[in-house]
């Protein structure tokens, strides 16, 4: 995968979108490359958490590779390789995967935004539990005036994570936001300088690492799988979760540790 990187260090898998020359713009093979990778982090017992981020101080994302995509998405060019194939045989699953649009990924996220977040890199971004911001990111989806609609997710989760009011500014005017406002409406986390990004999202990272990740896991689920039910619903999930959470090897060794004032002994099980 040339334009993605992978490095896991002490439960923590860090991901680089890798073309900044093309301000991590998403091509075939990016796509093809993250909807594959997704469920090789879930499957992966050395991970705990993901810190997802873009190369360079330009950009998280810019979104999909229109100059490449659009192309191959109508049939005027030809795919030329192995994974142009793949991506315009499996389009919307290919698409879903690499987005997260889906449930199933139960590990956290920490995103470090380092410029801009655009279009599907804006989308990219919102499947993400905990977002660091440079002070020079912006943020925008401009799909309504492109005369598209922004079906990557952000119809779905904008409303829930920012509001509906917040979130409908940003999907119809379709405007940039700063990173100032998008702290205030809660899309990001934190505002930190351009060289502190990476820095402050990695000990966030390695934080939440520190975490049992079976509980990190069941947290995740409880809170994505039970959004928007009513209460009695999201309850019964919370309580499924929390079945298996204290029949686990973890849950003993957690309270155990902190009795003998030792660092706990994790495994997942």
């Known amino acids: 995968m040339a ?5 896991i260090q002490a439960g923590v898998a860090q991901v680089t979108l890798a073309r900044p020359e093309k301000l991590n713009a998403l091509n075939a093979e990016m ?3 993250l909807a594959d990778l997704w469920p090789q982090l879930a499957d992966d ?3 705990r958490v993901v810190l997802l981020t873009g190369e360079g101080t330009k950009a998280f994302s810019s979104g999909a590779d229109l100059g490449s995509l659009a192309p191959l998405a109508t049939g005027t060019v030809s795919p ?17 995967g690499a987005l997260l649009r889906g449930t199933a990924f139960t590990k956290p996220v920490v995103a470090a935004v380092n410029g801009l977040a655009v279009a599907a890199g804006l989308e990219l971004m919102l499947a993400s539990d905990i977002r660091i911001a440079s002070d020079q990111a912006f943020f925008q989806l401009p799909e309504v005036k492109r005369g598209l609609i922004p079906s990557g997710g952000a119809m779905a989760r904008l409303p829930r994570q920012i509001g509906w009011a917040n979130a409908m500014e940003m999907i119809l005017a379709a405007e940039r936001i700063d990173a100032q406002r ?3 409406m809660g899309l990001v986390n ?20 520190e975490g049992a990740p079976l509980a990190l896991s069941k947290v995740k689920e409880a809170i994505v799988s ?9 309850f019964a999930i919370e309580k499924a979760c929390q079945d298996v959470v204290m029949a686990s090897h973890d849950a003993r ?3 155990l540790a902190f009795m003998e004032r030792r660092t706990p002994h994790f495994t997942g099980k």
């Open 253 to 255: 060794e957690g309270p």
């Open 31 to 33: 796509m093809v490359g």
């Open 80 to 96: 030329q390789t192995i994974d142009e194939h793949r991506w315009v045989r499996e389009h919307q699953s290919i698409v879903d």
């Open 3 to 7: 334009f993605l990187r992978v490095q």
């Open 190 to 209: 934190r505002v930190v300088p351009p060289g502190h990004v990476l820095k402050v999202a990695q000990e966030m990272a390695r934080g939440i690492a």
């Open 45 to 47: 017992p050395d991970v």
């Open 182 to 184: 998008a702290l205030s």
């Open 226 to 234: 039970g959004s928007g039910l009513d209460l009695s619903a999201a």
